[in-house]
């Protein structure tokens, strides 16, 4: 109960920030959702292209790369159009990615494969 | 934060690798939903297949130190373990009932020995996941001579006798949830959550 009643009021929170802003809000699932699909449907377009041989694997990985930090910059409120939820984009996701991800494994892995380096400077 | 789009990049080449175009876009659907939720503070599947990837990264060809090399019974994806797992549970009882209808051959053992190999074929048990498996089902094993067929005819014996305690006058909502609880415990076993 406690559950379902949190999710209506975020949905009710969201379609109150829709209401107030022309933006898309970050906090919406349906805007995220929107552009997590339109993300990897772009990956999958450029592994579709390379695999046709219209593009080069490297191009597609640079490309790639650009979408990851345009989503980043998105998700962190660094994009004006697009209506932040506050301290969640940014300080707030960052520390959620690092709670949740295994960066501390990557960053040994990383350490064992270079042990010279740290996995910073790597 | 680019670090969780890139996991989810190399999740989606994950998905390009494997199945056909219906599991393809299946899973790429899942994979929007899972970052979809993680995007939004919710803990879930992605970071479980964050942490495969990583795992696979760190024990393949990517690592030199071998002694990190994770034992990953199957070589199929988690989301593909669980949908294999289950329209087999489902296709057996589909035969089955076929069976009491009076359709299909009169004895549908060979046909679900049958099912049970192709289940195998397309479960890729790695060398480990074969040895475990010949190790928890050694009787099976033996009368069909391949780990994943073996794990095909448990589950077949399993899902049949459930279906019969049913069909018995036993309650089935908790018959359901004892289908599911052991549905569950071999696709943990397959994925390598639980060994």
């Known amino acids: 109960m406690t559950c379902l009643s949190i999710e209506n009021s975020q949905k009710e929170f969201a379609a109150a920030a829709r209401s107030v802003s022309r933006k898309p809000y970050l906090g919406d699932s349906e805007v995220v959702g929107a552009y997590v699909r339109g993300f990897i449907a772009g990956v999958v377009q450029r592994a579709a292209v390379v695999g046709e041989g219209a593009m080069k694997r490297g191009d597609a990985v640079a490309d790639d790369r650009g979408a990851c930090a345009d989503g980043t910059a998105v998700f962190l409120g660094e994009d004006p159009a697009y209506e932040s939820m506050g301290q969640w984009n940014g300080a707030g996701l960052i520390n959620w990615c690092f709670q949740a991800l295994p960066f501390e494994k990557l960053a040994d892995s990383a350490a064992q494969r270079c042990p010279r380096h740290s996995a910073s400077a790597c | ?195």
């Open chain 2, 1 to 195: 934060m680019s670090e969780a789009f890139g996991f989810c990049v190399l999740i989606a080449y994950d998905c390009l690798t494997m199945g056909d175009e219906d599991d393809l876009q299946d899973n790429l659907n899942g994979t929007a939903k899972f970052f979809t939720r993680f995007l939004l503070g919710v803990p879930g599947q992605f970071e479980k297949e964050v942490e495969n990837i990583s795992r696979r990264q760190n024990g393949g060809v990517m690592s030199e130190n071998k002694s990190t090399t994770p034992r990953r019974p199957s070589l199929v994806a988690d989301a593909q373990i669980d949908r294999l797992v289950r329209r087999f549970a489902a296709r057996v009882l589909f035969i089955r009932s076929d069976f009491h209808a009076g359709i299909g051959p009169r004895d549908p053992l060979p046909l679900i020995e049958a099912e049970a190999r192709t289940f195998s074929a397309a479960l890729a048990l790695t060398p480990h996941g074969r040895a475990y498996w010949m190790v928890l089902l050694p009787e099976e094993t033996k009368l069909t001579g391949d780990p994943g067929a073996a794990l095909g005819l448990w589950i077949a014996g399993q899902t049949v006798q459930m279906a019969e305690a049913i069909e018995g006058g036993e309650p089935e909502p908790p018959i359901k949830r004892r289908t599911d609880a052991m549905l569950a415990d071999v696709v943990a076993r397959l994925t390598g959550e639980k060994y």
